[in-house]
């Protein structure tokens, strides 16, 4: 095999392995996430709303049916954080 090409084979397998942790990681940080509803500031919450359907939208700062995702028990120890929408 010639250099240019073991140089290619190793390129392609390091893009192959880098997908391959990039994805792993993913899933293991949502899984470590939880919804915490009241703390979003305006327009920053991370889904819908009761009364819109987008990321983003919520209209004034925390908000008690939006949410933004946070470290698992992280939510419960701010300031108007809660579990549960209102």
């Keep these: 095999m ?3 090409q073991k140089i290619v084979t190793a390129t ?4 192959v392995l880098a997908v391959g942790l990039s994805l792993a990681s993913t899933a293991a940080s ?7 509803y009241g703390v979003a500031a305006a327009g920053q919450n991370d889904c819908a709303t ?14 008690t049916d939006a949410f ?3 470290p698992e028990g992280l939510c419960e120890r701010l300031a108007g954080g809660s579990l549960m929408s209102s």
Excluded: M, P, W
């Excluded at 392609?12 to 893009?15: E, I, K, T, Y």
């Excluded at 949502?30 to 915490?36: T, W």
């Design 12 to 15: 392609a397998l390091s893009g």
């Design 30 to 36: 949502a899984a470590e996430k939880e919804k915490c």
């Design 68 to 70: 933004i995702a946070v």
């Design 50 to 63: 009761n009364n819109s359907s987008c990321v983003g939208t919520s209209k004034t700062d925390n908000q």
């Design 2 to 4: 010639k250099i240019s």
